[in-house]
């Protein structure tokens, strides 16, 4: 059975692991909340230790074919956009590598005239001996358009649904592939028969009610973890940020409630990592790591070029997909997916970190490990 047929048996048909998650997401007072936190931050001790996995997001790209009404990125918002070259990226990579990052994510909007594989290919192994672990987050692909990625040295893919919503999603995504709802949906298998060593997926919180979005997030969760169980699977919280085009949210998740829901991953799926990104404000964050968060990004940026000002004089502006003509005005970096809160430098999150007892990583794997 596919997890798109699961899904639209949500929510009659849950499994009893998905009626405890559910059960967790209820309202609750605040001597339930402090039980549900400490049964989390046992949890995870016990399956992580008080280790902080460190990571940072590389840009390589802001080109996007797409229009999803809550992207800095869609086709048609008037932005800033361009793609680095290469050896621009590896002068980001040196900047990170410089400040202690091993695990590096490449992002990159969605436009195979821009961002293709032979491209990717050259960055993975361009990146390789700066970082023992490089991820991706990028536009849905075939196995066998992952599995060059893989061989060149890639081993995570990160991909978010956004929304489990069908409606909301439909709403969301006006325009190009990404509208394609159940293409998106099994992209992790498609990445897992590929090879990737690490699976990350996610729902991007804002985009429609947040307990119903969270048990189908914990539902697909549930499903790969019974059908992509060589490969390690993390999940994403992100709840929404500004960003170009002004999308208003037409839902929240408050601080208390990612909290619970935080809570309620770990309860439930003990030894799966939980990422928290630079989304969140520094105080909240410093918080949240306390009650089962395992990853942390630090000192980003969400701008190609954003770490080093590579690019700058490549940088061209688009209005609805189309290139204006050049501007030779033009000297700034192109424009971000969105704005984050926790503008700390990485090696500040370290020191937090340290003084809360966690012991920060910056390198928890080596292809060295698996080469023959």
């Known amino acids: ?71 800095g990125f869609s086709r048609d918002n008037p932005i800033l956009r361009v ?22 994510l490449l992002v990159a909007g969605e436009h195979p005239k821009f961002v293709n594989g032979s491209y990717l290919v050259d960055c993975i192994r361009a990146l390789r001996p700066y970082f ?5 987050e990028l536009g849905p692909m075939e196995s ?22 069908r409606g909301s999603y439909a709403r969301m995504h006006t325009s190009g592939p990404k509208q394609d709802f159940n293409w998106r949906l099994d992209c992790p298998e498609r990445a897992y028969a590929a090879g990737f060593r ?3 997926i996610g729902a991007l919180f804002g985009l429609s009610a947040w307990r119903p979005e969270a048990l189908a997030l914990a539902a697909h969760l549930e499903y790969l973890l019974k059908r992509c169980w060589r490969s390690d699977l993390t999940v994403s919280l992100p709840r929404l940020r500004p960003a170009a085009g002004d999308f208003v949210p037409p839902f929240s998740l408050g601080e208390r409630e990612l ?18 990104s630079t989304r969140e404000p520094a105080p909240l964050r410093d918080v949240l790591a306390s009650l089962g968060v395992t990853i942390m990004s630090s000192g980003s940026h969400t701008e ?32 971000g997916q969105f704005e984050i809160s926790d503008e700390r430098s990485p090696a500040e999150v370290a020191n937090v970190l340290r003084r809360r007892g966690f012991e920060p990583v910056w390198k928890d794997w080596d292809q060295a490990l698996i080469t023959r």
């Open 83 to 104: 793609t680095l070259t290469v050896e621009q990226v590896v002068a980001e990579a040196r900047h990170l590598a410089a400040q202690g990052f091993r695990q590096v």
């Open 132 to 136: 023992s672990s490089i991820a991706l």
């Open 304 to 335: 190609p070029g954003g770490y080093t000002g590579q690019g700058r004089h490549a940088v061209h502006q688009t209005v609805r997909g189309r290139i204006l003509p050049p501007d030779a005005g033009i000297d700034a970096l192109a424009t």
């Open 198 to 200: 690490r699976i990350g």
């Open 1 to 71: 059975m596919s997890f798109a047929t699961i899904l639209d048996q949500l929510p009659p048909a849950k499994s009893p692991l998905l009626r405890r998650f559910a059960s967790l997401l209820e309202p609750n007072d605040d001597a339930s909340f402090e039980r549900m936190a400490q049964e989390a931050r046992e949890l995870t001790r016990q399956n992580f230790g008080r280790t902080m996995r460190m990571f940072a997001p590389l840009y390589l790209s802001n080109e996007c074919i797409n229009n999803c009404r809550y992207c």
């Open 259 to 276: 909290g619970q829901l935080i809570c309620a991953f770990r309860i439930c799926f003990s030894q799966v990592g939980i990422v928290l």
């Open 144 to 165: 066998a358009e992952y599995a060059p990625l893989v061989e060149a040295g890639a081993e995570g893919l990160v991909v978010y649904q956004e929304t489990y919503d």
